[in-house]
């Protein structure tokens, strides 16, 4: 079984990000990028699958520009066995990438996409939905465990009621949560040998995708400053400010 695993660089989560002056998005000059961390989730699991002689292969793909190929190194230290890299230098939406992950599927023939449930810069959560659409192939979103038994996937995924228990047809598309697994660290051995391990380069115009945004960012915009909290000293103070103060009892 080939896995297929796309992974967003993305600002590191520890950056507290700042809006451009002009607000037309988030500063990203001298700013930590790390893989985006549900993408993470999605190679430990590829690599789980491997390890328990389920897949056979893990490829790592990631669209953007020349700085993107870190992540991929990323992914094959963390032991993918080989990347994909999609030279692409125009802004990017889910529509657009789940476009062009579509293309570079039908060429690498996967049996199965993990992926993040969603990149946090945009928090977009559309990628993978929009991927098995164009696909037409299943598709077990936010997954809290994946289990292969018959060629079936057998997915959980945490949902307010309880855990909703899936089985799923491959090929197919998992987008993961954040408890599904802990992602390894890349060892020093294995940041080395990544270095050797093979990436393709596709230039996007020769996948013959449409590349014209159908979203447009209008403003960003920095949240509202929220007031400091306060330490009350006993409960009877703390309801005494919520009936009095906050007047929410
Ligand atoms: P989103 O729908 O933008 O929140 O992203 C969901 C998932 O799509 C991410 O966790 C990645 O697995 C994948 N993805 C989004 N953008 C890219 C990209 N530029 N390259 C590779 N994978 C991506």
């Known amino acids: 079984m080939k896995v297929l695993v796309p992974v967003k660089r993305v600002v590191d989560y520890n950056v507290k990000v700042r809006v451009k002056q002009d607000q037309t998005g988030v500063e990203l000059e001298n700013v930590k990028m790390s893989m985006n961390p549900f993408d993470e989730i ?3 699991e590829a690599l789980r699958l491997k390890e328990n002689n389920v897949a056979t292969e893990v490829i790592a793909i990631s669209i953007g520009s020349t700085q993107v190929q870190e992540t991929i190194r990323n992914a094959l230290a963390m032991g993918a066995d080989s990347g994909i890299y999609v030279n692409c230098e125009k802004r990017l939406e889910p529509l657009i990438v789940a476009k062009i992950l579509a293309s570079v599927i039908k060429k690498v023939n996967p049996d199965l996409v993990i992926m993040g449930k969603q990149a946090i810069d945009d928090d977009m959560n559309a990628t993978g939905q929009m991927l098995s659409g164009l696909l037409g192939w ?9 289990e ?7 997915v959980s995924r945490e ?24 992602p390894r660290y890349a060892s020093l051995p294995n940041i080395m040998k990544a270095k050797k391990k093979p990436i393709e380069e596709i230039n996007v115009d020769t996948l013959n995708v449409d590349l ?16 400091a909290g306060i330490i009350v000293k006993s409960v009877d103070e703390l309801i005494e400010k919520l009936k009095n103060e906050a007047k929410v009892i």
């Open 42 to 44: 999605a190679v430990e």
């Open 138 to 146: 299943s598709q077990a979103t936010f997954a809290s465990k994946v």
């Open 148 to 154: 292969v038994v018959d060629k079936k996937l057998k």
């Open 159 to 182: 949902i307010d009621d309880g855990i909703e228990h899936l089985e799923i047809t491959l090929p197919g598309i998992i987008t993961t949560d954040l408890r599904l697994n802990e």
């Open 212 to 227: 014209n945004q159908k979203l447009e960012i209008l403003k960003v915009e920095e949240p509202a400053k929220r007031d």
